[in-house]
């Protein structure tokens, strides 16, 4: 009964209670028989406790089927041997039936009855072990359900959050749905219309065929084309690489240009120094010339004093010679009448011896004379040795002279040499700097700064104006001093007070003459009130050698107009004259003045809205301004008359008569070469824009407030535009104002810009003149592209194009 056989087959399920016959058979044993079969049956094979199968275990131990054979290991028995029961033993056990002989002998009874609860003994002792394993089993699976249990409370609440993500994507999924079906009803609809435009386009194709054949026709023609245009591209890929091979050439021109300035500047520079040593030399010279010349002077005095000596010498000889002539025929005589007194010498001794004394005297006479002829004959050779070295003097300081006049003249060939080499570089200088402003596309800055009026005093003290002298920043650099802080600004020219309206004008005649070979060109002045821009463009009214820009610009042109017509170049000239006033076009030259006030009203409509108007090819016109054809500079003297007549002026704190508004001058040029067939059409457009000066300097009221204000908006939005450009913005606001929509082809690329800055030198004046030179730095810092020559025919009504 007791077995240690491992193999042995495990325990059936079984729940079968004991048989009666046990109960019967083991009496008052057999309670414990029951209970033990209970509880055995119970714990060693799972059978269902209160009707509750113990499954619940398998599936917590995964699956594991729990077999009664994968009970728990025991250690029963384990002080004698592993000792196992298995069902049938434990039921063999229990119905095991006493053994008797003897009903009565209660010995072998009690015997029996010992062995068998020693057996019964390592049964139960077998089931405890077992009911501890099971018990620790038990906390085992309990421990390891709970884990489950809270796994399964973890992978709950995940499959709770996947539920509601798994909603979320159905909702999602739904209105994709409810979308995709619209979609479908759409494109069913679609459908069906594209089947509808099938059929027709069937019969459409049927329709397409039977004009294939015509098209086909076409092909061939548009084939033979396409060839012809396949070779107008390559010709033009050709034209293509040449203009590039053009455009290097340039670009090396410009190189070389370059290179050239710098030599042209070298040579400049030495052609100075050289002219610099020649006028040294030539001051010496000169000093030396007039010292010789002075000593020659007193050669040729002293030269005189000796001749007319020596004239006197001779005289005084001639008279000793005549003398001694004289005195010799006396002796001769004397001599012969000695002779004959000698021959009658015996007839008078007395007249002997008288004879004697006389002849004695008249030889000591005439001894004397030959004494003093001698010493005349000496006189004369030192006289005539003197007159001879004063000649070889004097022919030594001719030949100076003549040399030293000779190496003047050389000097001064050289001299004119040198100057002209220097106008000629100074000429190269500027058109190279003129090429390379060009190539920039920059528009070109002058600063013009006025002197001090009669009614300004100023020491030396209060000066808030220099100009450096440095070789780089002569004549284009400029200095201002405000509360002993210096800003320097550097243009492309900067013209001292000094400098003659002439003199200005010489630097813009380049500009001016580039009108008439067909540019566009613009020139405006900006400043404050009273710093000389009606001044630089206008000049002082009735004194012709301070004529302005615009005078002595119509006169330039109209003698190189005059000039070019021996080249076959014939020119039409025509002027309008505008002013720009609170943002309001007047015409300056309208026959009709009440077209000037905009504001008043003829027959119940207001006075003429001038507009501005841009077209493709960068034309500007203004409707209905009055253009005039000019032939003379006179002509255009008039018209200026009558514009400034008409312009709005006022009187300000700055200036007694101060321009109220911007006033521009065009002058349109159409010209034509008969011989060449050549057509140039160019643009001079000269502004005088309004003072730039702030409300509080300007102490403006009322109608003045008004427009001031109006100008400030103006120039203010001249500045926005211009900045806008220097920061190669998209949107360039030129429509802000009346003057920048003007001025936007001017300001936009195409033409050859100009802008004066003026500055009044006046100490109350700093503030306005840093910011009319810190703006006008910015100016000239942007880039508006690269001028261009515009040689078209005239558009369709030239009268209007304005810019
Ligand atoms: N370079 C100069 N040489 C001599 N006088 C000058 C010069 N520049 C200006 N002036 C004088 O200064 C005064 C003011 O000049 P102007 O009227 O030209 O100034 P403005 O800038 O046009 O002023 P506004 O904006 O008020 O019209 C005038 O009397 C003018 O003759």
Redesign the pocket.
Known sequence: MVSKNQNRPPLPLSSSPPTPSSQKLMGDEVLVDRDLQRVAAEKMVGTPINGRNRQVFTVVNGGQDLSPNSAPPSNAGSDCGIIEFTREDVEALLNEKAKRKDRFNYKERCENMVEYIKRLKVCIRWFQDLELNYSLEQERLKNSFELTQQKCMEIELLLKIKEEELNSIIVEMRRNCTNLQEKLIKEETEKSVAVESLAKERESRIEIERSQTTLSDDLGRAQRELQSANQKITSLNDMYKRLQDYITSLQQYNGKLHTELSSAEDELKRVEKEKATAVENLTMLRAQLTLSMSSQEEAVKQKEALTSEVSSLRGELQQAREDRDLNLSQVQTLSSELAKFKESTERSCTELSTMTIRTNELEAKCSLQDNQIKELQEKLTTAENRVQVSDVSAFETRTEVEGRQKLIEELRRRLADAESKLIEGEKLRKKLHNTILELKGNIRVFC?V??F?PDESCNGECKIISFPTSMEAAGRGIDLNQSGQRYSFTFDKVFA?DTSQEDVFVEISQLVQSALDGYKVCIFAY?Q???????TMMG?PGNTGEKGLIPRSLEQIFQTKQSLQSQGWKYELQVSMLEIYNETIRDLLSPNKSSLDVTRVENGTPGKQYSIKHDAYGNTYVSDLTVVDVQSAKEVAFLLNQAANSRSVGK?Q??E???RSHFVFTLRIYGVNESTDQQVQGVLNLI?L??SERLSKSGSSGDRLKETQAINKSLSSLSDVIFALAKKEDHVPFRNSKLTYLLQPCLGGDSKTLMFV?ISPEPSSVGESLCSLRFASRVNACEIGTPRRQTNGRPIDSRLSYF
């Open positions: 013009r006025r002197p009026l007070p400043g009130t009273g710093s000389g821009k009606t001044y002082r300000t700055m200036n008569q101060s321009s005088d309004a003072g003026n």
